[in-house]
């Protein structure tokens, strides 16, 4: 048989499945690892898919989306950053990462560099290598509050740099980027020439300050931005999101979805319509309790001793283990505490010390989960 790709061999799998799949085989096992809302999708999304089935909203959309949706995304886009956009600046997607995908896709060329965090959620990576391009990481580090240095920034980028790629707020950290830095980042942007993919997935869920988002600052389109309905209203398993660009990269995340996944799922882009033209209680409902596990994930952290960064969006928990190799180290909680948490290296080399938890277990398994981290901390 003729050889497999080499670079689909070559991809590194996930940590975090690594674990999960170990988890598996498993019983009675805390699950810290995931980064997913434990809450059901709210009923009311969930019915007027029900209802856009039945009304024959189950063929093919045009590739960039519902016409519909994409409007009612402009308008919330302009409401909620004061950009002025309109439906042909949105392309509705397969999730969040459908969106990088075909972001990436469409700004490189083979042996491009594309500037990544570290630590970075993995996916940017395994993105980056299936354009042929080459991800180049750069430093998130505890003495700067794990924020991007704007000199450090300037002098990574390459006359092969093409893409920088920020997150906020941040898988693993929590970091909100202040506004002024993202201004900041979007001014050497455009003084060095290069684009920017802001993966803005978590936007809605901030416990302190403001969201800023790079489109605010963006003058001359070289601004992608990534946002989803997953995380915000539970919608993982829909599978819907969307970039936000100028015409002329939109136009080209359009011919990306053509080839790739010819549309988005009809029966979601009529769930996503519900879940933005809807109250937005829901939202702040789960942002509540995420608030109420992070405050509990504190407390018991604050009394084991153990250093951990504190989160001011997203739903994670970046908690200094102090070990070599995170992964060995999350792989043996499992096995001797039955704990499933989330190997710092996954998200890159600086994380070898860290491990992430997710805020959105359930309050009384987190409480356990991280008793269990301090007993086996102190073994």
Same mark, same amino acid.
């Given at each position: 048989?003729?050889? *497999?790709?080499?670079?689909?061999?070559?991809?590194?799998?996930?940590?975090?499945?690594?674990?999960?799949?170990?988890?598996?085989?498993?019983?009675?096992?805390?699950?810290?690892?995931?980064?997913?809302?434990?809450?059901?999708?709210?009923?009311?999304?969930?019915?007027?898919?029900?209802?856009?089935? =039945?009304?024959?909203?189950?063929?093919?959309?045009?590739?960039?989306?519902?016409?519909? *949706?994409?409007?009612?995304?402009?308008?919330?886009?302009?409401?909620?950053?004061?950009?002025?956009?309109?439906?042909?600046?949105?392309?509705?997607?397969?999730?969040?990462?459908?969106?990088?995908?075909?972001?990436?896709?469409?700004?490189?060329?083979?042996?491009?560099?594309?500037?990544?965090?570290?630590?970075?959620?993995?996916?940017?990576?395994?993105?980056?290598? @299936?354009?042929?391009?080459?991800?180049?990481?750069?430093?998130?580090?505890?003495?700067?509050?794990?924020?991007?240095?704007?000199?450090?920034?300037?002098?990574?980028?390459?006359?092969?740099?093409?893409?920088?790629?920020?997150?906020?707020?941040?898988?693993? *950290?929590?970091?909100?980027?202040?506004?002024?830095?993202?201004?900041?980042?979007?001014?050497?942007?455009?003084?060095?020439?290069?684009?920017?993919?802001?993966?803005?997935?978590?936007?809605?869920?901030?416990?302190?300050?403001?969201?800023?988002?790079?489109?605010?600052?963006?003058?001359?389109? =070289?601004?992608?931005?990534?946002?989803?309905?997953?995380?915000?209203?539970?919608?993982?398993?829909?599978?819907?999101?969307?970039?936000?660009?100028?015409?002329?990269?939109?136009?080209? *995340?359009?011919?990306?979805?053509?080839?790739?996944?010819?549309?988005?799922?009809?029966?979601?882009?009529?769930?996503?319509?519900?879940?933005?033209?809807?109250?937005?209680? @829901?939202?702040?409902?789960?942002?509540?309790?995420?608030?109420?596990?992070?405050?509990?994930?504190?407390?018991?952290?604050?009394?084991?001793?153990?250093?951990?960064?504190?989160?001011?969006?997203?739903?994670?928990?970046?908690?200094?283990?102090?070990?070599?190799?995170?992964?060995?180290?999350?792989?043996?909680?499992?096995?001797?505490?039955?704990?499933?948490?989330?190997?710092?290296?996954?998200?890159?080399?600086?994380?070898?010390?860290?491990?992430?938890?997710?805020?959105?277990?359930?309050?009384?398994?987190?409480?356990?989960?991280?008793?269990?981290?301090?007993?086996?901390?102190?073994?």
């Amino acid at each position: 048989m003729p050889a *497999l790709s080499k670079m689909v061999v070559d991809l590194k799998r996930s940590g975090i499945r690594e674990i999960m799949d170990m988890a598996g085989t498993m019983e009675d096992v805390i699950h810290l690892e995931v980064g997913e809302p434990k809450f059901d999708t709210p009923p009311h999304i969930v019915s007027a898919a029900l209802e856009a089935a =039945r009304a024959g909203f189950t063929r093919y959309t045009p590739n960039k989306g519902l016409l519909s *949706l994409r409007r009612i995304i402009a308008g919330r886009v302009e409401e909620d950053y004061g950009v002025s956009v309109t439906s042909e600046n949105i392309v509705v997607t397969v999730g969040g990462v459908g969106a990088v995908a075909i972001a990436v896709r469409a700004l490189v060329d083979r042996g491009d560099e594309v500037l990544i965090p570290d630590p970075g959620w993995p996916n940017y990576e395994s993105i980056i290598y @299936c354009a042929g391009a080459l991800p180049k990481r750069y430093p998130l580090s505890r003495t700067n509050g794990f924020l991007p240095d704007l000199n450090d920034l300037d002098q990574a980028i390459s006359a092969k740099t093409k893409v920088l790629i920020l997150n906020s707020p941040s898988n693993p *950290l929590g970091v909100v980027l202040p506004s002024e830095l993202v201004r900041d980042l979007v001014t050497l942007a455009k003084r060095r020439d290069i684009y920017i993919i802001s993966d803005e997935v978590y936007d809605k869920i901030i416990y302190e300050g403001r969201h800023a988002s790079a489109l605010s600052y963006d003058t001359d389109g =070289r601004v992608i931005g990534v946002f989803s309905f997953s995380k915000s209203y539970a919608m993982t398993g829909w599978r819907v999101g969307y970039a936000v660009a100028s015409e002329p990269v939109a136009d080209q *995340l359009t011919k990306l979805q053509e080839a790739y996944v010819s549309c988005a799922s009809s029966v979601s882009q009529k769930a996503a319509e519900a879940a933005l033209l809807a109250s937005q209680d @829901c939202i702040e409902e789960m942002r509540g309790t995420y608030a109420g596990n992070l405050a509990a994930a504190r407390e018991v952290l604050d009394g084991l001793g153990i250093r951990y960064q504190v989160p001011r969006g997203a739903f994670y928990v970046w908690i200094d283990v102090n070990s070599k190799d995170s992964a060995t180290y999350a792989r043996a909680l499992l096995s001797r505490e039955k704990v499933a948490v989330a190997p710092g290296t996954t998200f890159g080399p600086s994380g070898s010390r860290y491990i992430r938890i997710s805020l959105a277990s359930d309050r009384d398994s987190i409480r356990e989960g991280l008793r269990r981290l301090g007993s086996f901390q102190h073994e």
